[in-house]
């Protein structure tokens, strides 16, 4: 299962690739963000530090990215005004790597991505710029 897994994973950072490849100039600044994302989601590295349910999210993830890059080129406005909060929400959960709530703030943080540009998806659990201060005090 585990190895389905990231089979998912190769063609949904494939999928991602591509439309962010596809994207225009104007949305350098997202593409960027998107491709770091990516990146911290389906580096070795990320891959290898993720237990198995982990690794099991992470094509949903993938999902919300391809939903922004496109979603983006119809409402670039919005994006950069969610890319802020998104900003915020990463800081929040950067602060609390290497400690105890790691793995959960890591998950919110995912979670909270949904929230903004992939409500489609439906996000698993309740997650809010309030609930990540609220962990990370």
Avoid: C
């Avoid at 922004?68 to 802020?84: C, G, H």
């Amino acid at each position: 299962e585990i190895g389905k897994a990231y089979l998912n994973i190769a063609q949904k950072r494939n999928e991602v690739v591509r439309e962010a490849s596809s994207s225009p100039l104007s949305m350098l600044s997202t593409v960027d963000e998107v491709r770091n994302h990516l990146s911290s989601l389906s580096s070795k590295e990320a891959l290898f530090k993720m237990g198995p349910a982990e690794v099991r999210e992470i094509p949903r993830y993938l999902e919300a990215d391809l939903l922004r890059l496109k979603k983006a080129k119809t409402n670039a406005l919005r994006d950069r005004q969610w890319s802020a909060q998104a900003r915020e929400a990463k800081k929040i959960a950067e602060k609390l790597q290497g400690g105890e709530k790691e793995k959960e703030a890591r998950k919110m943080y995912e979670e909270f991505l949904i929230s903004l540009w992939a409500q489609e998806l439906g996000s698993k659990e309740k997650a809010s710029l309030e609930r990540l201060k609220k962990l990370n005090s």
